[in-house]
T-cell receptor, first 114, second 111 residues
Framework: DAGVIQSPRHEVTEMGQEVTLRCKPI?????LFWYRQTMMRGLELLIY????????DSGMPEDRFSAKMPNASFSTLKIQPSEPRDSAVYFC????????????FGNGTRLTVT | SQKIEQNSEALNIQEGKTATLTCNYT??????LQWYRQDPGRGPVFLLL?????KEKRKERLKVTFDTTLKQSLFHITASQPADSATYLC??????????FGAGTRLFVKA
């Protein structure tokens, strides 16, 4: 089991640029979650998918953020245009198809927007 | 709105002692609660889940309690070791399949 794989591990970009974060969930997991972690706000849920369909995107901060899951083994989180306040660690997590299944997290992408 | 509170200050204990971390929640009654461990530069790792009808759950040196009257969960690490040093996160559900996380408590175990 390779676990949840995220890329890149670190991303440094300038304000205004487009940023794309990538995630490969654990095979067989029906749910995929995107979280953002900052010192000030902790871990915040941005959006989650079930069977590749977005279920709840109420945590997405604004229209600059978008997420897709074109198939069961790949998801992207895109920020366009990026702003310095988007600097954070972005985590992807996946879980099996029951409500109390634990989340399996990737090691995150540390995004710095200058 | 649903609120989760964990001790924001770090907990420093001596090796061999029992560490006790607190998670308080308000404005709702979760059916279960999860605890995760997070090391620097890594994603959170699931440790234990306790359901509302379970008073206590154990796994090796870990013990979790769940008091629905007090709206509180306690997380204990017995015979603590320096390798237990990490941030521990309390995570109840938030409707549907959403999981929300407390701010976490940093634990330092000194040798």
């Amino acid at each position: 089991d390779a676990g949840v794989i995220q890329s890149p591990r670190h991303e440094v970009t300038e304000m205004g640029q487009e940023v794309t974060l990538r995630c490969k969930p654990i095979s067989g997991h029906d749910y995929l979650f995107w979280y953002r972690q900052t010192m000030m706000r902790g871990l915040e849920l941005l959006i989650y998918f079930n069977n590749n369909v977005p279920i709840d995107d109420s945590g997405m901060p604004e229209d600059r953020f978008s997420a897709k899951m074109p198939n069961a083994s790949f998801s992207t989180l895109k920020i366009q245009p990026s702003e310095p306040r988007d600097s954070a660690v972005y985590f992807c997590a996946s879980s099996a198809g029951t409500g109390n299944s634990p989340l399996h997290f990737g090691n995150g992408t540390r995004l710095t927007v200058t | 709105s649903q609120k989760i509170e964990q001790n924001s200050e770090a907990l420093n204990i001596q090796e061999g002692k029992t560490a006790t971390l607190t998670c308080n929640y308000t404005n709702y009654s979760p059916a279960y609660l999860q605890w995760y461990r997070q090391d620097p530069g890594r994603g959170p790792v699931f440790l234990l889940l306790i359901r509302e009808n379970e008073k206590e759950k154990r796994k090796e040196r870990l013990k979790v309690t769940f008091d629905t009257t007090l709206k509180q969960s306690l997380f204990h690490i017995t015979a603590s070791q320096p390798a237990d040093s990490a941030t521990y996160l309390c995570a109840p559900p938030a409707g549907g399949f959403k999981t929300i996380f407390g701010a976490g408590t940093r634990l330092f175990v000194k040798a």
